[in-house]
C-alpha cells in the first residue's frame, strides 16, 4: 500500500472508527490498564493512537500521555486535554531514547506492513530502563494452520494486515530485547470486522 492509499485508508477509517464495538469496549480498555500497573509519575507513548480511545483511558492514571499516529485523519478525532497528538511514524527516530515509562500499543502492529521489527525496537529503545511495553493485538482463535489462514482470509475483506500468533508476538519482542514478557488473553464478546 503507498502512502497515498494508506491515507485514503485512514480517511475513510475514521470515519466511524469510534463506533465499532471493540474500540470501546470497556472490558478490553480495563485489562489494558489493569496490567498496565500505570503510576501517576509515568510518562507514556501510546503508538497508533488513533482517535484516542486509550491515550484518554490512561490519562488520569499518568502524568502525561503522547500518542503518535500516520493518519492525520484520525488524529483531529483524538483531541484532549492532557494528551499531546504528533502524527509521526514509530519507525522514523523522533524523541530521545530512554524517555518513557510505558509504551503502548493497541491493535497498531499488524497494520504495519514494512518494518515491524524496526517499530519494535524503537518502542523499546524509547523506553525507560525497566519500562514496559503493552501491545494489545488482536489474535486467531488457535494456532492451527487452517485456523489462520482463516483468520487471514476473513481480514482481507476489509484491509492488508499481518496476522501473528501469540508466539510470534513474544518472539519478535524477545528479539528487540524484551524480557518478562507476559501474555493475557481477553476475549470480546461481540466482534465486528467493518
Keep these: ?39 501517576f509519575e509515568d510518562l507514556v507513548l501510546d503508538v497508533g493512537v488513533g482517535t484516542g480511545a486509550v491515550a484518554k ?49 493497541r491493535m497498531v502492529f499488524h497494520h504495519i506492513l514494512d518494518d ?25 482463535p488457535s494456532n492451527d494452520p487452517d485456523v489462520i489462514e482463516w483468520y487471514k482470509n476473513m481480514f482481507k475483506l476489509k484491509e492488508e494486515r499481518l496476522t501473528f500468533t501469540c508466539e510470534d508476538l513474544i518472539d519478535r519482542l524477545s528479539k528487540a530485547g524484551f524480557n518478562n514478557i507476559c501474555a493475557y488473553e481477553y476475549r470480546m464478546a461481540e466482534f465486528s470486522i467493518k
Design 1 to 39: 500500500m503507498d502512502a497515498r492509499d494508506r491515507d485514503n485508508f485512514w480517511c475513510k477509517r475514521a470515519e466511524n472508527y469510534d463506533e465499532l464495538f471493540w474500540t470501546k469496549d470497556e472490558g478490553y480498555l480495563d485489562t489494558i490498564i489493569n496490567v498496565s500497573n500505570f503510576k
Design 57 to 105: 483511558r490512561i490519562k488520569p492514571y499518568v502524568k502525561h500521555v503522547i500518542g503518535i499516529d500516520i493518519s492525520g485523519s484520525m488524529i483531529e478525532k483524538c483531541r484532549s486535554e492532557g494528551i499531546s497528538i504528533i502524527k509521526w511514524d514509530i519507525c522514523e527516530a523522533l524523541f530521545a531514547n530512554k524517555i518513557f515509562d510505558k509504551v503502548v500499543a
Design 116 to 140: 515491524l521489527d524496526l517499530a519494535i525496537m524503537r518502542c523499546y529503545e524509547l523506553l525507560k530502563n525497566n519500562g514496559k511495553i503493552i501491545v494489545a493485538e488482536g489474535l486467531p
